[in-house]
């Protein structure tokens, strides 16, 4: 039997290889080095990723390739994040490239990962232990570098908010040798000195090694400890340190950071006018409509005289006292009829009559009883002497009565009825009629 061919056109064929590829593989991580690089004028990287035995073909978009920290160049040595696939007008396998790193920065990368997952298991990462920012903090404490392009931008974005609340700085080498020392100190200080309602830890944009006072133990451990809300505002919005994980919250740059912290007076301000406008009218409504009710009820009151009311409750007391006599007068003539109903049902179906019944069918039971147990006895009497009888005719006993013998092995043995068994001077016993005896056998005869 020829079974029904299903036929693809090239490009449905592509376009299913392509599907399976794309959601068969998660994103994962792929080191090689880099060749025909090329950087068409549409900002997209194309390259060859490769080894000492095989090689991939890579793209690059350029809303991905335009957040690179390095600069790709042939026979460079990459670390690339992204997902496999198939290029389908030429039919061509592809991976497409979401992240890249130098060779270097992947060792990075890897410790920066077991430490992530390290504190995450001890609890530092998790929302219940998140504290929440202050609505109006009375002093905002800054820790980062007193020089970096971050502490002009924080205090810009803060005079700009909230110019009447103070701002301490922290100020910390947020990268080098010495660096993760001085920002622990400088979270220990500040919630030592409770002096600000909210921290803001910051430092500019940078490559993974630039930022990686940020992505130290100590320092996490610092933050997490801090009584203070913290808001982790490091490098630019693509930028993540554990610092940003452990932190309160976290800002994508120092300036969004400093947004979130400082609240905006003018807005506040506007907006408290514009409560103070709405709660004015809401009172001078309210005290409108009070005064309306107020006239209102005295109005009533003058209409409603207390004589006429307890007139009227007095006419209407009478009303309903009638109407409960006639109510209850009409009940107890429906419950007398009621009980009359039930006295001739309980005549009509008196058990006397049963009674009555019941004991003259036990009378006709008892004279029935003897009789019938006497005919029971008869038919049992006679069908126990048939059965005498034919007992009778089939005891050996009765065989005995016409002269014939039983031959045993002995007195009490088993009864003998072939002579194989039998042995010239064997002891026999017969049993006869009314005796039995011993005899030795001197011959065996057989019988034709």
Same mark, same amino acid.
């Given at each position: 039997?020829?079974?029904?061919?299903?036929?693809?056109?090239?490009?449905?064929?592509?376009?299913?290889?392509? &599907?399976?590829?794309?959601?068969?593989?998660?994103?994962?991580?792929?080191?090689?080095?880099?060749?025909?690089?090329?950087?068409?004028?549409?900002?997209?990287?194309?390259?060859?990723?490769?080894?000492?035995?095989?090689?991939?073909?890579?793209?690059?978009?350029?809303?991905?390739?335009?957040?690179?920290?390095?600069?790709?160049?042939?026979?460079?040595?990459?670390?690339?994040?992204?997902?496999?696939?198939?290029?389908?007008?030429?039919?061509?396998?592809?991976?497409?490239?979401?992240?890249?790193?130098?060779?270097?920065?992947?060792?990075?990368?890897?410790?920066?990962?077991?430490?992530?997952?390290?504190?995450?298991?001890?609890?530092?990462?998790?929302?219940?232990?998140?504290?929440?920012?202050?609505?109006?903090?009375?002093?905002?404490?800054?820790?980062?570098?007193?020089?970096?392009?971050?502490?002009?931008?924080?205090?810009?974005?803060?005079?700009?908010?909230?110019?009447?609340?103070?701002?301490?700085?922290?100020?910390?080498?947020?990268?080098?040798?010495?660096?993760?020392?001085?920002?622990?100190?400088?979270?220990?200080?500040?919630?030592?000195?409770?002096?600000?309602?909210?921290?803001?830890?910051?430092?500019?944009?940078?490559?993974?090694?630039?930022?990686?006072?940020?992505?130290?133990?100590?320092?996490?451990?610092?933050?997490?400890?801090?009584?203070?809300?913290?808001?982790?505002?490091?490098?630019?919005?693509?930028?993540?340190?554990?610092?940003?994980?452990?932190?309160?919250?976290?800002?994508?740059?120092?300036?969004?950071?400093?947004?979130?912290?400082?609240?905006?007076?003018?807005?506040?301000?506007? &907006?408290?006018?514009?409560?103070?406008?709405?709660?004015?009218?809401?009172?001078?409504?309210?005290?409108?409509?009070?005064?309306?009710?107020?006239?209102?009820?005295?109005?009533?009151?003058?209409?409603?005289?207390?004589?006429?009311?307890?007139?009227?409750?007095?006419?209407?007391?009478?009303?309903?006292?009638?109407?409960?006599?006639?109510?209850?007068?009409?009940?107890?003539?429906?419950?007398?009829?009621?009980?009359?109903?039930?006295?001739?049902?309980?005549?009509?179906?008196?058990?006397?009559?049963?009674?009555?019944?019941?004991?003259?069918?036990?009378?006709?039971?008892?004279?029935?009883?003897?009789?019938?147990?006497?005919?029971?006895?008869?038919?049992?009497?006679?069908?126990?002497?048939?059965?005498?009888?034919?007992?009778?005719?089939?005891?050996?006993?009765?065989?005995?009565?016409?002269?014939?013998?039983?031959?045993?092995?002995?007195?009490?043995?088993?009864?003998?009825?072939?002579?194989?068994?039998?042995?010239?001077?064997?002891?026999?016993?017969?049993?006869?009629?009314?005796?039995?005896?011993?005899?030795?056998?001197?011959?065996?005869?057989?019988?034709?």
């Amino acid at each position: 039997m020829q079974t029904e061919r299903t036929v693809f056109t090239v490009s449905q064929l592509n376009s299913e290889v392509s &599907h399976l590829l794309t959601h068969g593989f998660p994103a994962l991580w792929v080191e090689g080095e880099i060749s025909n690089l090329a950087r068409p004028s549409s900002g997209h990287i194309y390259l060859t990723l490769k080894d000492a035995g095989a090689q991939v073909r890579c793209a690059m978009f350029r809303n991905r390739a335009m957040y690179l920290k390095i600069r790709p160049e042939n026979g460079m040595k990459v670390l690339v994040r992204g997902k496999v696939g198939l290029y389908e007008p030429r039919g061509e396998f592809q991976m497409v490239i979401e992240q890249m790193e130098s060779a270097g920065e992947g060792a990075l990368q890897r410790q920066f990962e077991e430490l992530k997952r390290k504190l995450h298991a001890q609890g530092l990462f998790a929302d219940e232990h998140k504290k929440p920012l202050p609505t109006f903090p009375r002093c905002i404490g800054v820790i980062t570098s007193p020089t970096g392009a971050a502490i002009r931008d924080i205090l810009h974005v803060l005079k700009r908010r909230c110019p009447q609340i103070p701002v301490m700085v922290y100020p910390v080498a947020v990268q080098g040798e010495g660096s993760k020392e001085q920002i622990v100190r400088a979270i220990q200080q500040a919630g030592r000195e409770q002096r600000c309602d909210v921290l803001i830890l910051a430092r500019g944009g940078g490559s993974i090694e630039d930022l990686w006072s940020f992505n130290e133990e100590n320092v996490a451990q610092a933050v997490y400890a801090c009584p203070l809300p913290i808001v982790s505002g490091v490098g630019h919005e693509i930028d993540f340190t554990i610092a940003d994980f452990v932190a309160d919250v976290r800002a994508p740059t120092p300036s969004a950071a400093a947004e979130l912290v400082g609240p905006e007076m003018a807005v506040l301000q506007t &907006h408290v006018q514009r409560l103070q406008h709405q709660l004015g009218r809401i009172q001078q409504r309210y005290l409108q409509r009070a005064d309306e009710h107020f006239r209102r009820l005295q109005q009533r009151l003058e209409n409603q005289r207390p004589t006429n009311r307890l007139q009227q409750k007095a006419q209407r007391l009478d009303e309903l006292d009638m109407r409960l006599a006639s109510a209850f007068t009409r009940h107890l003539r429906r419950q007398q009829q009621h009980l009359g109903n039930l006295q001739t049902r309980l005549q009509t179906q008196s058990p006397t009559r049963s009674i009555r019944q019941q004991q003259e069918q036990l009378t006709r039971w008892q004279h029935a009883l003897p009789r019938l147990m006497q005919q029971r006895l008869d038919k049992a009497r006679d069908h126990l002497q048939i059965q005498v009888g034919q007992l009778q005719a089939l005891s050996p006993l009765a065989t005995l009565e016409r002269g014939y013998g039983i031959v045993r092995a002995n007195a009490e043995g088993q009864v003998i009825r072939s002579v194989a068994p039998l042995r010239l001077g064997q002891t026999v016993f017969t049993q006869l009629k009314d005796c039995g005896f011993e005899s030795i056998i001197t011959k065996i005869q057989p019988i034709a």
